[in-house]
């Protein structure tokens, strides 16, 4: 199964790149045009891999470290603090100034609001999962609220681009900006695939983890770290794209089972996959309009998700 | 050398105390249970011995190493732990499960080892899972998800296992079954046991030494029948219980029903008129629902005297078979004089026992209560001229009360 997964990554990765507004045709690479339009449609497809890797990468950790199957990416409040960095950075007209000051704003601001979640749920020297829980789902609608005040306040064109950004695109310009996330995404991914075997343990709860020999501390805090960074890295690049975390790691495990060791590869090269594959469909479906990808995922993702939910077969079974 | 030692521990959770100043050691091959009411601080002796929870006075040893300084992949070489109840919100198989036993003793990202599949064999052929490993563990029966979880503990091939009340949650047979699992593992493989437990009897039968605990100290330590002391216990679980040691056998605890005072109501004296076992019922409930009760004349050998007996009723006597004496009578009469009220049982009345319809007469005459068994009061009269009947009428007449069952009288006690 795993083998499989890794076998169409070059076909998805190949068919996507053929794929363009105009339907199925490979660009001549020796016109500037065509040189042109292959760098853009790479570009976007890497993106798209590497986004959509990240994304599920996460959320199988954190649905893991959170013992909890709803857990996702966005849950302990990244997507908000994301949200509202970017608004700023575009408010403020710093977007116009620099490629990198977007992608930026968005990750510090991530980072910073699950630095305060985890300090809020922290509590007599423990963190509780209810605490992250809590603390995250407050500060994320903090954080929606501030959002909201600059939306409401922005010009039109900050308007447009704000709401744009919060819909999720994968077309961005800063080859350096898709370098530094993709390499901060794979470290990332290292570490915690590392530590996969703890993951499992700690599935069991934190006292059984400790009994097998695992410090559950160690093991949440640089799994939250982790998680948070490839979301963070992966809201820098494209914007919010919902249900990749949520619904490939539920997927994955019906097929190569919940070990951590197998599932979080697995779940990289599928949230990769679909992600690309969702992009092919936003780009074409209705072209020559353009629908932004995060709409394509949760169409296909939410119906997907229901069915998942009524046949329980993802064995969630609290 | 000892396996575990506790060394004057404290420990405690926030402020307030769970263990106070605990010294324990236990042998290598021993199986202990530590016993004691909730919140006895059972459990977080496991977690002191896990070094989960860190002591705030005293050391704790595993193999005569302080736990606080053993590295957690050599401490999880060293002792298992079985937690009261497992579960992991992810679909593992049994199989997968009990491979997490492995989690630090193999590589990481390695596949597990010949060495880790022969442990995940062994303790999968001790508890009886080979067939089901390919099963999701969520599916499993309760008393075949604590044998995964001991399967698991296995696997880490310690010398020591902890087990957090092994048999709380499962039915009888499941509870033997698990226990007897232990004791082969504690036997063959000489595997050092030590598990909290509610159940003072199973400890008995099985474990080779008990630990009492009561608010966090330890109270007694010994062998079962050293330790279940009917007094001790009264102390430590605040109930009544009975403590039956056999020679050749464990020794049996029964906590006895407390006899809960009648409701609504202030207890009352009742004296019962019976026989031929038509009081034993009501001797019992009125004994349990706190009534002081008296009962007689009744012959030596009468199941209602046998019964009264047992319930520690007292009972005017007369000589076994004979007709109710004058002796016998006046003892009865001292007995039902000091009652409020009088209670005349199911009796067949023949010329040995028509003097109980005397006492009747008279307590109803002084204006005590009297209560007379109307069911099937026609047939019941068996003296030479049908005596008995009519001045049974004549109570019921001159304002005795009918009753047919026991209930009836146990209400008309309450409203009196």
């Given at each position: 199964m795993f083998w499989l997964l890794v076998a169409l990554v070059p076909l998805v990765l190949g068919g996507a790149l053929l794929l363009g507004g105009a339907g199925a045709l490979w660009p001549d690479p020796r016109t500037e045009l065509g040189r042109a339009i292959l760098q853009l449609r790479l570009y976007r497809v890497l993106c798209g891999f590497v986004v959509g890797a990240g994304l599920a990468v996460s959320g199988a950790v954190l649905q893991a470290l959170l013992r909890n199957?709803?857990?996702?990416?966005?849950?302990?409040g990244v997507s908000s603090g994301a949200g509202l960095g970017a608004a700023l950075v575009i408010t403020f007209g710093f977007a116009a100034r620099s490629a990198l000051a977007l992608p930026a704003g968005a990750f510090l601001f991530a980072l910073t609001t699950l630095a305060l979640v985890y300090a809020l749920a922290r509590q007599h020297g423990r963190t509780s999962i209810y605490g992250l829980l809590l603390s995250g789902v407050i500060l994320s609608s903090i954080a929606s609220s501030l959002l909201l005040l600059l939306l409401a306040l922005a010009s039109t064109e900050g308007l447009h681009g704000i709401t744009w950004w919060l819909l999720g695109n994968?077309?961005?310009?800063s080859t350096a900006a898709l370098a530094l996330g993709s390499t901060l995404i794979a470290v990332a991914f290292l570490v915690v695939w590392w530590l996969a075997r703890d993951l499992d343990a700690l599935t069991l709860g934190p006292e059984m983890a400790h009994h097998l020999g695992i410090s559950p501390a160690l093991v949440t805090v640089l799994g939250l770290g982790c998680a948070t960074l490839m979301t963070a890295a992966a809201v820098a690049l494209s914007g919010l794209i919902g249900f990749v975390g949520l619904i490939v790691p539920h997927a994955l495990r019906a097929l190569v089972g919940p070990g951590h060791r197998r599932l979080l590869p697995a779940s990289a090269l599928a949230g990769g996959c679909f992600l690309v594959v969702c992009d092919a469909v936003a780009r074409t479906a209705f072209a020559p309009v353009e629908v932004p990808v995060g709409v394509i995922t949760a169409l296909l993702g939410g119906p997907f998700f229901l069915w998942l939910l009524r046949r329980r077969a993802a064995g969630w079974m609290e | 050398m000892n396996a575990i030692e506790l060394q004057h521990i404290s420990a405690a959770y926030r402020e307030s105390d769970v263990l106070r100043d605990v010294t324990l050691a236990v042998a290598e091959g021993e199986w202990l249970a530590l016993l004691g009411p909730n919140g006895a601080g059972k459990s977080t002796v496991l977690r002191v011995i896990t070094g989960l929870l860190p002591a705030r006075a005293g050391v704790a040893l595993l193999g005569g190493r302080d736990v606080r300084a053993i590295r957690g992949a050599e401490r999880a070489r060293l002792v298992a732990v079985v937690p009261q109840e497992l579960s992991t919100p992810l679909p593992f198989t049994v199989g997968e499960l009990v491979t997490l036993g492995r989690s630090s003793a193999h590589g990481r990202l390695a596949r597990p080892g010949a060495a880790d599949r022969r442990a995940i064999e062994r303790a999968l052929a001790y508890t009886d899972l080979l067939e089901l490993r390919e099963r999701p563990f969520a599916e499993l029966s309760g008393g075949e998800k604590q044998r995964a979880a001991i399967a698991l503990a296995l696997a880490q091939e310690t010398r020591i296992l902890l087990l957090d009340e092994p048999t709380a949650h499962l039915d009888l047979n499941h509870q033997w079954e698990i226990l007897q699992l232990l004791d082969r593992l504690n036997r063959e493989c000489s595997l050092t046991i030590v598990m909290t437990s509610h159940d003072l009897n199973l400890a008995a039968e099985f474990c080779s030494r008990l630990a009492l605990f009561d608010h966090g100290a330890l109270v007694a330590l010994g062998t079962p029948a050293e330790v279940l002391r009917e007094e001790r216990l009264r102390e430590v679980y605040h109930c009544d219980v009975r403590v039956r040691h056999e020679s050749g056998r464990a020794p049996e605890v029964r906590p006895e029903r407390r006899p809960q005072p009648a409701a609504g109501g202030r207890a009352k004296k009742v004296h019962v008129l019976s026989g031929g076992g038509s009081g034993a019922e009501l001797l019992r409930l009125l004994v349990l629902t706190g009534h002081h009760t008296s009962c007689g004349p009744l012959n030596m050998g009468d199941s209602d005297a046998q019964a009264a007996a047992a319930l520690e009723v007292r009972a005017a006597l007369e000589k076994p078979f004979s007709p109710l004496g004058a002796g016998a009578l006046d003892a009865a009469r001292q007995l039902a004089a000091a009652a409020e009220a009088l209670v005349l049982a199911e009796v067949p009345f023949g010329s040995g026992n028509v003097a109980l319809l005397a006492l009747a007469e008279e307590a109803l005459a002084r204006g005590a209560r009297v209560l007379v068994n109307t069911r099937n009061l026609e047939q019941r009269d068996f003296t030479p001229q049908r005596v008995a009947l009519p001045r049974l009428k004549a109570l019921l007449e001159r304002g005795a009360r009918a009753w047919q069952h026991a209930d009836e009288v146990l209400q008309a006690l309450e409203k009196s």
């Open positions: 199957p709803l857990a996702e990416p966005y849950v302990l994968l077309q961005g310009d | -």
